[in-house]
């Protein structure tokens, strides 16, 4: 008995894995399809260049925190660098270097550099593997 019930255990494991694999292979290809319309990506083109005209707004304010965040990445400062807000889009490059709890403190949006240096300022936050 006790045999039987762990091989029905392993098949429904099996089962369940592979329809979460289907499920997640769906999503993206649905997540795929939607990003590839034309519209879209105009809509993201436009976000990206507000993101981008407003992070050059706030750069002669907020340039002291970038420089601070570098300054901590030089000398390895972990203390410095676990009090700087976790908010970040990893798959686009950006990191923001405000203090943690700065979009209530300091209502201010997220802050920093995207991937090619330029300042960028965005609401909202993506995991790494996002």
């Keep these: 008995m006790t045999g039987d019930r762990t091989e029905e255990q392993r098949v429904q494991d099996a089962v369940t894995r592979h329809v979460r694999s289907r499920a997640f292979a769906e999503a993206e290809d649905v997540i795929s399809y939607l990003l590839s319309d034309p519209q879209v990506r105009e809509a993201g083109a436009r976000i990206e260049a507000a993101e981008t005209e407003l992070g050059m707004e706030l750069h ?38 405000l203090d943690d709890g700065h979009e209530t403190s300091m209502e201010e949006p997220h802050w920093g550099r995207n991937s090619e240096g330029q300042p960028i300022a965005w609401v909202g936050s993506a995991p790494d593997d996002w």
């Design 60 to 97: 002669d304010r907020l340039r002291p925190f970038q420089d601070r965040y570098d300054q901590a990445v030089r000398d390895g400062d972990v203390a410095r660098l676990t009090g700087i807000c976790p908010g970040k889009h990893g798959r686009w490059g950006r990191i923001c270097v």
